[in-house]
């Protein structure tokens, strides 16, 4: 023994040492609850987590997204916040693919306001959230949308819990689907086929709705036949939380369903399927030479299509169509040029009753296609957004804007547009640009003062009430008089 501790002493000045002095680096807190959560009561918190919990137990926790900045949109749209790159290496079991994966704390942001978040179904455990969207972008209204959604959850989905989207042009409503014993390949094609059947039943009802989707469809894997080879992988649908949070007991008796359950939809509510486009039911001459290809008997010349060149980029120009970003479809000058010889070509050759069917504009465009006149295929919602951009200069002409099964809108080129059509497509020398801009400004400034009211006119789809009987009377000999309470 030393002399210190023979006398009871301890030797403590390793106690002083400096590494001990020296103040630990701190750490960076993650996942940091944010203010608007914690201003709230002790018993809003509890709501708020369990209902935070009960969202987690439902989604996918690695095909997950948020609103973030977006150069191309100029604002914050819906993102992955795994990729590809991400997530593959997590599928392979390697841990340090750099996912995030979806905290409490994320879906707590959602609920108080701080951030919005989006989810996709959950392919580990029994149940899954689902959400039909009911969409008024572009046209509807909100009360339409409800009046839908209510519709739905009286006749199809019992107990439906719903909200009104954060900008209120909208209805989201939200299923729990227990799909035990489902494979996402097979999940996301009863989805496929449901979210058919929901547009279908929606044309048949008189709400002023623009579009129903149904969003949250699941992360799909294609494995290879080695062991964790992955082939590709397909992202699921984004679809945002719900948000709501004070509504939680709603949320906990919404519908409940099975895939199976699902799939039966359709047949059990049967709508035809080729009556799901009202407007397009009218009936349409074409020529049948022009499905063939050939140059004589065309009703859309080719050449009419590259001259009317300067011109659509001129319209394009002045006024940018208005296209759902849901539905991908941009419009560039071809789709333009396009329309505008198939608006001239039915302009010259109307139906007897005046209509312009949106079946016939597609039969002409598809041949146009076929025959290779065209590198754009027919999207409804592109020729719509082109459509709606002349209606806005006033280069339409509106005899009637409504529209329901069986009867198409009528409506035609005006004489300001043709004017225009004409003057691009005659004479051999092409327009200079600064001439055909001064004829374009001129005749959409002439159109307007013409008729004021017929600016900006879109379809409308419209259930006459004075049809109400005999339209009962039909569905009732098609064995389909569910629809007709259903659009009571």
């Known amino acids: 023994m030393g002399e210190q501790e023979q006398q009871g002493q301890i030797n403590t000045d390793w106690l002083t040492a400096d590494w001990h002095e020296k103040p630990k680096p701190k750490r960076r807190r993650r996942n940091v609850l944010p203010e608007a959560y914690r201003q709230l009561a002790k ?18 926790l690695v095909d997950w997204g948020r609103k973030m900045p977006d150069a191309d949109a100029g604002k914050p749209v819906p993102k992955p916040v795994n990729l590809k790159d991400h997530v593959v290496p997590h599928l392979r079991k390697n841990w340090r693919s750099g996912v995030r994966k979806l905290t409490l704390t994320a879906i707590i942001r959602h609920l108080v306001n701080d ?15 689902l959400m039909i969207d009911v969409d008024c972008h572009a046209t509807g209204t909100l009360e339409g949308a409800t009046q839908f959604a209510e519709f739905l959850r009286e006749h199809c989905f019992p107990n439906l819990y719903y909200e009104v989207s954060t900008h209120g042009n909208g209805i989201q409503g939200f299923v729990v689907v227990d799909r035990r014993l489902w494979k996402d390949a097979e999940y996301k094609a009863v989805l496929v086929d449901v979210e058919k059947w929901l547009r279908r039943v929606l044309s048949w009802t008189p709400f002023d709705v623009e579009d129903v989707e149904l969003k949250g469809m699941p992360l799909v894997v294609s494995w290879g036949e080695r062991k964790g080879e992955v082939k590709s992988v397909t992202f699921g649908s984004l679809a945002k939380m719900p948000r709501d949070w004070r509504r939680f ?12 359950d699902l799939r039966e939809l359709p047949k059990r509510f049967a709508v035809p399927e080729d009556e799901a ?74 139906n007897p009753d ?5 079946a016939r504009i597609e039969a002409l465009w598809d041949a146009a296609y076929l025959a290779g006149d065209t590198t754009r295929a027919f999207r409804s919602q592109r020729f719509a957004a082109i459509r709606n951009m002349l209606s806005e200069m006033g280069l339409l002409e509106w005899e009637d804007a409504t529209y329901m099964f069986g009867k198409a809108c009528r409506w035609k080129a005006n004489e300001e547009l043709m004017g225009m059509i004409e003057e691009a497509l005659g004479g051999t020398d092409p327009t200079t640009p600064f001439a055909l801009a001064i004829l374009v400004r001129n005749k ?45």
């Open 354 to 358: 005046g209509s312009m069917p949106l």
């Open 444 to 488: 959409i400034e002439e159109s307007r003062q013409k008729r004021p009211e017929q600016v900006g006119l879109r379809p409308k789809k419209v259930f006459p009430s004075l049809l109400r009987t005999d339209w009962d009377e039909k569905l009732t000999e098609a064995g389909l008089d569910h629809l007709s309470r259903m659009a009571a």
């Open 43 to 60: 018993s809003e918190r509890q709501q708020v987590r369990a209902a935070a919990k009960w969202i987690r137990q439902r989604v996918s």
């Open 277 to 350: 486009e009202p407007e397009a039911q009218a009936e349409a001459t074409v020529v049948p030479e022009v499905v063939k290809g050939s140059v004589s008997g065309k009703l859309v010349d080719p050449d009419e299509i590259r001259k009317l060149e300067p011109l659509a980029r001129d319209l394009l120009g002045r006024h940018a169509p208005e296209v759902s970003p849901s539905s991908r479809a941009a419009v560039v000058a071809e789709d333009v040029q396009v329309a505008l010889a198939i608006i001239r070509s039915c302009t010259l050759n109307m």
């Open 249 to 260: 007991s709603d949320w906990l008796s919404t519908t409940r369903m099975t895939p199976h």
């Open 115 to 129: 951030d919005t978040a989006y989810f996709t179904a959950n392919s580990l455990g029994d149940e899954t959230l």
